[in-house]
């Protein structure tokens, strides 16, 4: 059975000194695909996107009409947030991407990562 899916707009933030933010809802996970800002007056600007608590993307605007884009795969699991900070400025900020439902069988939480050194690792072979 095929993931429901949906095409979402998850952040769409304005102005200057302004925090957004979305939740994920429970049983679903958010993939953010986009993050694009805009510059539009003022003389500096930085808007800042943090997914589940982790910076995804900074921008630092220093002139009028400017505008960045980056494309990105980041999944923020249920409850956790996507955030839009912008600060100082007048910048505007859309974040997007897709929101599936968990499957039947899925659970809200994210999976666990071990991250540990490998140091007993085995030596590449030498090429022939």
């Known amino acids: 059975m095929p993931w429901p899916v949906y095409s979402e707009t998850f952040v769409r933030a304005l102005g200057q ?11 679903h996970r958010a993939v953010v695909k986009s993050v694009s800002s805009v510059q539009l007056s003022g003389a500096l600007a930085t808007v800042e996107v943090v997914v589940a608590n982790v910076y995804l993307a900074y921008a630092v605007f220093q002139a009028v009409g400017q505008v960045q884009a980056v494309s990105t795969m980041t999944v923020a699991y249920a409850g956790q947030q996507i955030k839009v900070i912008i600060r100082a400025g007048n910048a505007h900020s859309q974040v997007s991407g897709y929101l599936f439902k968990n499957p039947p069988t899925g659970s809200d939480d994210p999976p666990d990562v071990e991250r540990r050194r490998n140091i007993d690792a085995e030596p590449l072979p030498a090429a022939e």
């Not at 000194?17 to 049983?27: K, L, M, N, Q, R």
């Open 17 to 27: 000194d302004t925090t957004t933010i979305y939740t994920v809802p429970s049983g």
